[in-house]
C-alpha cells in the first residue's frame, strides 16, 4: 500500500505569505502527527489528532499555526503571515492508535514540505 | 518537560569499526524509546524500539539498543558498521502517561562511514 505523501514537496515563498501543506496518511492510521525539522534544531513535535478527538496542539509554536483533519484522513498545516524562521522541513507521520496499554505504535514518516521563506 | 539528549552530532568512522551512539533521556515516567534513521534523500524509518522486557533489543541491519532504567539511556550500537550506514539517527522518546504517541525527538547524529 501506498505510504504517507505530502505536498508540496518544496514550497518557496515570501515573509508574510499564508502556506497550507498537505499530508495523506496511511489509510485506516487514525493516528497524525506534524512535526518540523529545522537546521540544527532536529525534529520538534507541532501537533497530534487521533480519531475524533480533540488535538493535542501543544506543540505548534506560534498562533499563526494551525491545522486540521478533514475527515479523519487528510490534513492540512497552515502557517499564516509566514516569518523566515519558519523556514524548515515539515514532516507528517501516521500510526494506528496508541494501545490502551499506552504503548505507542510505530509512526510512519512522510518525505516532508521544505518550506524556504524569503 | 521531557527532553531527548544526544551526545554525538556528527560521527565519522571506517567500515567495520563498531559504532556506540549516546541516548539520554529526562523523564521519571514510563517511556516508550525509539531510534529512526533517515538515510540520504529517504524517509525517516524506524529502526528499532523498545516498549518493555528485554532491555536490549535488536532492530533491522545489524543495529541493537539497550535501555538501561537507571542511566535514562538508550544507547545504540552496532559492532561493524559499513559504509550504507552512513545517515542520520535520531532517538526519541514517548510517555506512555501521555496516551498519546507524541514523539519528542533528540537533536540527532549524523554519522559517516568511510570505504
Known amino acids: 500500500g501506498a505510504g504517507v505523501s505530502q505536498s508540496p514537496s518544496n514550497k518557496v515563498t515570501e515573509k508574510g505569505k499564508d502556506v497550507e501543506l498537505r499530508c495523506d496518511p496511511i489509510?485506516?492510521?487514525?493516528?497524525l502527527y506534524w512535526y518540523r525539522q529545522s537546521l540544527g534544531q532536529g525534529l520538534e513535535f507541532l501537533i497530534y489528532?487521533?480519531?475524533?478527538?480533540?488535538?493535542?496542539k501543544s506543540g505548534l509554536p506560534s498562533d499563526r499555526f494551525s491545522a486540521e483533519r478533514t475527515g479523519g484522513s487528510v490534513s492540512t498545516l497552515t502557517i499564516q503571515r509566514t516569518q523566515q524562521e519558519d523556514s524548515a522541513v515539515y514532516l507528517c507521520?501516521?500510526?494506528?492508535?496508541?494501545?490502551?496499554?499506552?504503548?505507542?505504535?510505530?509512526?510512519?514518516f512522510g518525505p516532508g514540505t521544505r518550506l524556504t521563506v524569503l | 518537560a521531557q527532553s531527548v539528549s544526544q551526545h554525538n552530532h556528527h560521527v565519522i568512522l571506517s567500515e567495520a569499526a563498531s559504532l556506540e551512539l549516546g541516548c539520554n533521556y529526562s523523564y521519571g515516567g514510563t517511556v516508550n524509546l525509539f531510534w529512526y534513521v533517515q538515510y540520504p534523500g529517504q524517509h525517516l524509518q524506524l529502526l528499532l524500539k523498545y516498549f518493555s522486557g528485554d532491555p536490549l533489543v535488536k532492530g533491522i541491519k545489524g543495529f541493537e539498543a539497550e535501555f538501561i532504567k537507571s542511566k535514562f539511556s538508550f544507547n545504540l550500537r552496532k559492532p561493524s558498521v559499513q559504509w550504507s550506514d552512513t545517515a542520520e539517527y535520531f532517538c526519541?522518546?514517548?510517555?506512555?502517561?501521555?496516551?498519546?504517541?507524541?514523539?519528542?525527538f533528540g537533536q540527532g547524529t549524523t554519522l559517516q562511514v568511510k570505504p
Open positions: 489509510s485506516g492510521h487514525t493516528a
Open positions: 489528532f487521533q480519531g475524533n478527538s480533540a488535538p493535542d
Open positions: 507521520a501516521s500510526s494506528p492508535a496508541v494501545e490502551a496499554s499506552g504503548r505507542a505504535r510505530e509512526q510512519f
Open positions: 526519541a522518546v514517548n510517555a506512555r502517561s501521555s496516551n498519546t504517541g507524541k514523539l519528542i
